[in-house]
């Protein structure tokens, strides 16, 4: 292969990259969205933005866990104050709670549908509105064509899409970027100070298209994710393939 077609090879690759969601690294941006080492699993170090993410959750706890994590990631999403979407047919979130993440429930926008039929075509059109800074939903189930219609809405639109599943039935290939399962983990209270501790989960990156694998310990403290007990991901990160 000659240097003009590796060069034209790596052009390709970043175009696909993102056309995907997957930025490049700015400079001076080496914050990201705090996640820490949990941030290397994608490619460029960048977290993706403009591209669906699927949480699996397969009980309320988890279900729970996997609402304040999001509620942490839409505190950076929704910096430039705009708003976002919510969309749920048996909503438990209690839209106050997200305060202590950062993001002022008025900023949301919460439609309680009872079909999920519903839920996916107001989510793919919600998907289409370049002025939203997000749009999550509550959908236990999605077959592949229906996830890359998603997809293919927010390569055109640059919005971030979040699928909540809750207790799935069936798990089948997506078209989605990455697949998350965030588990609970117990707080540690702090010396002298009543109530509870910060936050805490287990996040286990299932997927990352052209990225890794892993498993990590994150909390939400002082308005941002930090790694405790260990900086070093739980399992190895594995290479995967597009």
Not at 2 to 7: A, R, V
Request: proline letters at 7%; a negative charge.
């Amino acid at each position: 292969m000659t240097s003009d077609q590796k060069e034209t090879l790596q052009q390709l690759q970043k175009q696909i990259l993102e056309m995907q969601g997957f930025k490049p690294a700015l400079p001076g941006n080496a914050e990201g969205f705090g996640l820490g080492p949990l941030e290397h699993c994608f490619p460029n170090a960048v977290f993706p933005v403009g591209t669906i993410h699927e949480f699996l959750t397969d009980n309320p706890e988890e279900a729970a866990a996997s609402d304040g994590f999001i509620a942490g990631l839409l505190a950076k999403l929704m910096e430039t104050g705009n708003a976002c979407l919510w969309i749920s047919r048996n909503r438990k979130l209690f839209p106050p709670a997200m305060q202590s993440f950062g993001v002022m429930p008025e900023q949301i926008i919460f439609i309680d549908l009872y079909r999920e039929k519903e839920i996916l075509w107001v989510m793919e059109e919600a998907l289409k509105c370049e002025g939203l800074a997000a749009v999550i939903a509550e959908l236990p189930d999605i077959d592949f064509a229906q996830s890359r219609r998603l997809q293919l809405a927010v390569e055109k639109s640059h919005v971030t899409g979040m699928l909540l599943r809750k207790e799935p039935k069936r798990l089948s290939a997506t078209a989605c970027t990455v697949r998350w399962h965030v588990k609970p983990q117990p707080s540690e209270m702090m010396e002298g100070m009543p109530g509870v501790g910060h936050p805490r989960w287990e996040v286990n990156l299932l997927k990352v298209r052209n990225g890794h694998t892993g498993s990590f310990l994150l909390e939400w403290a002082e308005d941002h994710f930090a790694p405790f007990a260990a900086t070093e991901p739980i399992v190895e990160h594995t290479k995967q393939a597009v």
